[in-house]
């Protein structure tokens, strides 16, 4: 209190000077008289000093621009601080003010040397007429302004007789020394209120600091996040280093009892030491049979090497996003949807992209776990086609990675508001195109296929795709492929039963489509519900066979191959065995092959674009939702990684038509293609068969691919009676893997 009171005087004496400076007069009144009656010491009001009085900050800053020809700026001080009612009333202002005009508007024809800048003088000449068709039109019937109405149809004022006063250095003189006058009479000579700079400096100070420890804790995070990369890096290679040692005191325990190490056994060690140095490719193509070869490799790996880090993208305020995705206008919420699904599609594939994704899965961006009546997933019904469209855009981006499958599938509802949107929309509304590419992804996973397959969406493509006219090339190709992803679950099979002569004409028609692109998709359909008698059955009715030969004479090599496999589907006796555990039955974990690819069709034909000033992309995200420390490392979910059958058959697995043509479709001759292969059978983990048509496999028979040269190792089902080749799944291996493969199972089979 004591501190108060020492300073008391000079408080109250801001807060005086503050309500002079800003014209409280009554409250001034009111004030003074209050302090009075309480005994408040209350200092008189500083006067201001004749020199102040001469050179005001303002008054300085008119004149500048005068002398500079500045008219923006001029004008812009003049309606500041020269009061409207002056301005309006009082006859010297306007007349003043009307010789301003024409000063600027000849500034240029006056103080250029050489002939004048073409486009600003008729700015200059255009800003005079308007002002001359507006406020100064009331001077309009005075004869001593009236000459100058003519002034911008005037060629060349400068010789024209009534105009060549203008143009004489006495007169801008004149009108220099009268506008100084008037600003000294009418310009009030008062000082910034301290209270004011107080609160100015000590404002911008605050907000300098802030800036400067915001950039410091993001730059923080960033050598926080690098930091924690290396080290997981550094566990990950010293459990492979470990495994790797344990196996090398094996091998030399091996030694002491006569027993050799083999070139291939050196060779596959070495493949898991240098495994992030160099390709497996390069790895395989190294002589491990000549002396000290594995001790250079090592020496090699071990020298630094320059990486150079992906930077993460800055955090984000989730919060702030999803109140302004839910209760913002509808072009705000187009900007940020937006600028969220390029930063997943444009981030670099890896640990930046995983960054992205896990901070929007973890900060629940689309509310999926929310049970909110006014969540973000509701723009999918939003009344604004741009909205509607950009949140069909961003929910196909998060389909496009498993892990947004994962998260996406776990809200109840969002599968039911997609296929609502699906048979709402236009055909040729990008929003239709992307509700469907999401749908096609999410028909990779088992739980919503069976939704799918439960809500009729059979039916509903089917019927879509008798007409493929209206549809792009984008729309088809996931039309189809998620028909055939569908038609792969037996539940899929029996529902094409129910209108098997519609399917099969739908399939035969798209047989002979221009798009090539769709011709695995349709073969995979017809291949799989052609396991079903009554669809052979009206498939023969409907001379299914002759139509297939006819595309096998036109057809390429690897189309003929596929359709082989078809008509010999469609002339089996099998019948169909009841006793079978159907697929859909299996309460297995859902796994899903690890399918993550961005297409470049999700940011095709954008339709909204930033008008001038606006913000957008990334630029809106760091300017206006800039957060702290909302990434949360996570280790990447450990997916299926899939399985390459041969490209002879046709497709027996769920794929989406991007993941296909980018990885499934090898070419027999491809070398590296061997390598991603034996690089897939390695990764799965031990005791884990590949699942095929929904079932558990087991190995049974050794076959040889008609279109290589290297052996594979297939695996069935024996007991679900899957005697084609159709319902095998190989992984290939070379000839000298391969002998030792087929003596283990002969030791097997002995057993």
């Known amino acids: 209190m004591g501190d108060i009171l020492a300073c008391e005087a000079e408080l109250l004496g801001l807060v005086r000077e503050y309500l002079d400076f800003a014209e409280f007069e ?20 500083a006067g201001v000093s004749s020199r102040d009085s001469k050179a005001l900050p303002v008054q300085k800053d008119l004149l500048t621009a005068f002398e500079n020809g500045e008219q923006k700026v001029f ?20 007349k003043l003010e009307f010789y301003l005009h024409i000063h600027f508007a000849t500034y240029l024809l006056k103080h250029s040397m050489g002939k004048p800048d073409k486009a600003e003088l008729e700015e200059r000449i255009s800003h005079f007429k308007t002002y001359l068709e507006t406020k100064g039109a009331a001077l309009s019937q005075t004869t001593e302004f009236l000459p100058f109405y003519a002034l911008p149809f005037v060629p060349n004022p400068m010789v ?33 209120p301290r209270l004011l700079t107080l609160f100015k400096e000590n404002g911008q100070c605050n907000k300098e600091m802030l800036q400067h420890l915001h950039q410091q804790l993001v730059e923080s995070e960033h050598r926080t996040m690098t930091y924690l990369k290396r080290f997981n890096k550094m566990q990950v290679d010293y459990h492979n280093l470990i495994g790797v040692t344990a196996e090398l005191v094996d091998s030399l325990e091996a030694t002491v009892s006569g027993k050799m190490i083999t070139p291939e056994y050196l060779q596959s060690v070495c493949v898991r030491l240098f495994s992030n140095q160099m390709r497996q490719s390069v790895a395989h193509s190294i002589d491990f049979t000549r002396p000290g070869t594995a001790s250079t490799m090592l020496r090699a790996s071990l020298a630094p090497v320059k990486m150079q880090d992906v930077p993460l993208l800055p955090s984000l305020d989730y919060e702030k996003l999803k ?38 899965i973890s900060n629940d961006l689309l509310d999926c776990h929310s049970s909110c009546q006014r969540s973000v997933l509701k723009l999918l019904h939003s009344k604004s086609e741009v909205v509607r469209q950009y949140m069909a855009r961003l929910i196909n981006a998060f389909a496009s990675l498993a892990e947004g499958r994962v998260y996406l599938s776990q809200n109840p509802t969002l599968l039911r508001m997609l296929e609502e949107r699906l048979k709402a929309e236009d055909k040729d509304s990008l929003t239709w195109e992307n509700v469907l590419g999401a749908l096609q992804k999410f028909s990779l996973r088992r739980a919503l296929q069976s939704a799918m397959i439960k809500d009729g969406l059979i039916f509903w493509l089917v019927d879509v795709l008798t007409d493929t006219d209206c549809l792009s090339d984008y729309t088809l190709e996931y039309s189809v492929a998620l028909l055939m992803n569908l038609c792969l679950r037996s539940a899929g099979k029996k529902m094409c039963a129910r209108i098997a002569n519609h399917v099969l004409k739908v399939l035969s028609d798209l047989l002979g489509h221009e798009n090539h692109e769709i011709q695995p998709y349709v073969n995979g359909a ?41 008509i010999k589907q469609l002339n089996s006796e099998e019948p169909l065995n009841d006793s079978i555990v159907s697929d859909d039955e299996e309460e297995e974990e859902d796994e899903e092959e690890d399918h993550d690819i961005m297409e470049a069709d999700l940011d095709k034909d954008e339709v909204l674009q930033p008008q001038l000033g606006e913000l957008a992309g990334e630029k809106l995200l760091t300017t206006e939702y800039l957060g702290i420390m909302t990434h949360t490392p996570k280790t990447k979910k450990k997916l299926f990684p899939g ?28 070398t590296s293609s061997c390598h991603d292969r034996d690089e ?27 279109s290589s040269l290297e052996l594979a190792l297939c695996f069935a089902d024996p ?28 030791l097997h089979q002995q057993t």
Not at 680 to 699: F, V, W
């Open 719 to 746: 007991g679900a009676g899957c005697k084609t080749l159709g319902h095998t799944v190989g992984f290939w291996l070379k000839p000298n893997e391969w002998l030792q493969k087929r003596v283990s199972l002969s």
């Open 75 to 94: 004008f812009q001080l003049w309606e500041e601080h020269i009061s409207s009612s002056v301005r309006d009333n009082e006859p010297v202002a306007q």
């Open 680 to 706: 897939k059978l390695q990764s799965l983990p031990s005791g884990h068969l590949p699942i095929c048509g929904g079932s558990r496999s087991s190995i049974s028979d050794l076959c040889i691919s008609p």
């Open 26 to 45: 009554e409250t001034v009144k009111v004030f003074t008289k209050e302090c009075k009656i309480k005994g408040k010491p209350l200092p008189k009001p």
């Open 323 to 360: 109140k302004d995705l839910i209760t913002g206008n509808d072009r705000l919420k187009a900007f940020l949807l937006q600028a969220l699904r390029w930063r997943l599609t444009t981030s670099y594939p890896g640990e930046q992209r995983d960054t992205v994704l896990q901070a929007y």
């Open 643 to 670: 399985v390459h059958q041969s490209i002879d058959e046709p497709l027996q697995r769920p794929v989406t038509p991007g993941y296909h043509r980018t990885v499934y479709l090898m070419p027999d001759n491809d």
């Open 526 to 566: 017809l291949y799989s519900i052609l396991t079903i008698p009554s669809v052979r059955e009206e498939a023969r009715a409907m001379g299914m066979e002759e139509i297939l030969h006819c595309f096998i004479k036109e057809g390429n090599a690897e189309m003929i191959r596929q359709i082989e496999f078809i």
């Open 160 to 192: 024209h007789p009534s105009f060549k006063e203008l143009f004489q250095d006495s007169w801008t003189l004149d009108l220099r020394t009268r506008l100084e006058k008037f600003l000294s009479l009418t310009v009030k000579a008062r000082q910034t």
